[in-house]
């Protein structure tokens, strides 16, 4: 069970929550004649969860919270707070177009709640209409270990093994002093520096300077395992370890940290650590093999090797434990892996001083019914030999797709894909940290409408808007390495289609257009799409009203080559009138962008963030359904004071 190699979705996703508690709370008012009257107040209702005190309540890790929904509403907002002074104890703002939101990572910190919904802008909340809602969040599930505790273990065979625990997306082990982080609910020592006679090639060693726990010398020892749901930010160095565990050498109780290391900010929840193990370490006999035999398998709770992966009909769900037994006078061991039987194509390398390895990473699935190929060679020249039993097969179980569900017809053109949570399962049948999502037009795939990586189990491509027809759709699991799964569908190897491909069906109706704007025609300044067929305007084109700064400026992955830029200061702005259902602004991220508030018929649906480490066209857009009719959306820069790092770089405006 893995975890993602970058959480860019929910950094994106706090960032973009904590601008919009900016401007929901009021900093950028709906002004002008265009500001639209505000809606009856008609607040939602049947709000979840609603667990009831702190102290009574269940405590909640990851929760997606809900409510039934208003007619004819186009977004909501939501407010959390930990004692119901949303206006100055406001812990989390944010805005939706659906009835349901999932909070980002670390959004809200462990303790107790109470939360609030309503019409995006509307005069009331749904705590005002009496139905108020409060939840715990919280993680204090502990990590069962299972070997070794209480035993005596050999020198030469060490090896840590614990039960996988709900929600973790990785695990920090402690033993001693020392740690490691490891996506795997098995641990060996590894990553010895030793110099190797024989057949191996020191470049290919995968040394990883982050683990510090090394070969443990005879006698007593203690160790003790945290679960870990972490963003996934990847270092070689031991600071990330020394960044998760804090100054005081442990997480000092359950919960959120958010810790800055280098230019990155290491996000991590952690839960609560097992009780402490003690074991005692002797002396191994003395080997008298001379050549070396190989095995995979998994561990079982007592820490014996069980089953095996090497046959195609048995492959492992995740990458295996490899075993060999004790070779006479060898000090240490080089595990080479390949994907070939002559080892030209070495995938990974590993050094250690025991007689097991369980890789903390996980590997790609053999492909095509391929395998891994193993050879242990010791520090004395001695290798072992390529037979039958030395190899490993590894094959994930495909994801499981839920809605829209297989044949069903869409009326609005944002769809929201959602499948089965993977990342949390107790088995070890999954290593999902991360999900692959892929629309289509053809049920091979070779005609790919939009694709998108995210770590929560449901996505609406915000940069999509579906004409009218037939689309097929799939999924795939990432793990912490970013080695993808199989499809849902299909064949990732060989474009054909599959057995029962998934397909839905966006049926949306058609607009009436206002009197002299026939169905189809476009007007200086405004826009009316024909009936399912979405309309994309060029920022560029004199249709769309600017005004400040703006100008024309190449741009890689941009809609046609070009985006409209400003300065970002306050009051820079764009506009454009059109006759729809939906809009969708598309826009670029970047070190040097800044914020700006989207604004529809003169009311702010959502404030957006576009600074980013890296600059990037073609990806990033905010989606807003509509009911039929005409409506004007605008783009307003959030100018911050004493800054330059403020330019906005908008790619395109498209409606249906």
Known sequence: MTRSIAARARAAGLIAATAAAAVVGGLVPATGASAAAAPACVAPSSLAPDDGPAGIAPERKDLAVTW?????????????????????????????????????????????????????????????????????????????????????????????SWKPVDEASSYLLQVDGNACVTQATTFTPYDVPVALAGKVDAERLTANPACTIGPLGAGAHSWRVF??????????????????????????????????????????????????????????????????????????????????CSTPATPCASTPTLSWNPVA??????????????????????????????????LLDSQSGGAYWVQVCTDTGVCSPTTPSSVFRKRAVPANPLTPAAGATVTTPSVTLAWADERHATSATHEAAQYEVQIATNCSYTAVADDEVTDATEVTPGRLLLANGSYYWRVRELDASGSPGPWSEGNRDTPVCGPAPRTFTVAVPAATAPPGSPAGTTQP??????????????????????????????????????????????????SYAFFGRAVAVGYCTGPMDGSFALVVDGRVRTAISARARFTRCGKNAYTVNLPSGQHTVEVRALGRPRTTRNQLAIDYIRYV
């Open 68 to 160: 039934a929904g208003v007619s004819g509403a186009p977004s909501y907002d939501l407010q959390f707070s930990p004692n119901q002074d949303y206006t100055s104890n406001l812990t989390l703002a944010a805005s939706t177009v659906g009835t349901r939101f999932v909070p980002p990572l670390l959004a809200l910190p462990h303790g107790a709640y109470f939360w609030r919904v309503r019409v995006s802008g509307a005069t009331c909340w749904s705590d005002e209409k009496g139905t108020s809602a409060e939840f715990t969040r919280g993680w204090r599930t502990a990590p069962e270990l299972t070997s070794p505790v209480g035993t005596t273990v050999t020198s030469s065979d060490v090896r840590f």
């Open 227 to 308: 679960p870990l749901d972490d963003t996934g930010v990847k270092t070689d160095g031991a600071a990330y370890v020394e960044a998760l565990l804090g100054p005081a050498g442990r997480p000092d109780t359950p919960g959120a940290q958010d810790t800055a290391f280098g230019p990155s900010i290491v996000r991590a929840e952690f839960g609560a650590a097992s009780p402490l193990a003690s074991f005692t370490v002797v002396a191994a006999p003395a080997a008298t093999a001379s050549t070396i035999q190989v095995s995979s398998g998994t561990v079982a709770d007592d820490g014996s090797l069980t089953g095996d």
């Open 329 to 362: 006078r060898a000090a240490a061991y080089r595990v080479s892996v390949a994907t070939d039987a002559s080892f030209t194509h070495t995938v990974r390398a590993y050094d250690t001083a025991y007689t097991s390895l369980t890789p903390r990473e996980q």
């Open 525 to 574: 300044g405004s826009g009316t799409a024909s009936a399912g067929k979405p309309v994309t305007v060029d920022t560029t084109s004199r249709s769309v009203g600017k005004r400040g700064s703006w100008r024309s400026r190449r741009a890689v992955g941009s809609l046609g080559g070009s985006v409209l830029v400003a300065n970002g200061t306050a009051g820079e702005r764009l």
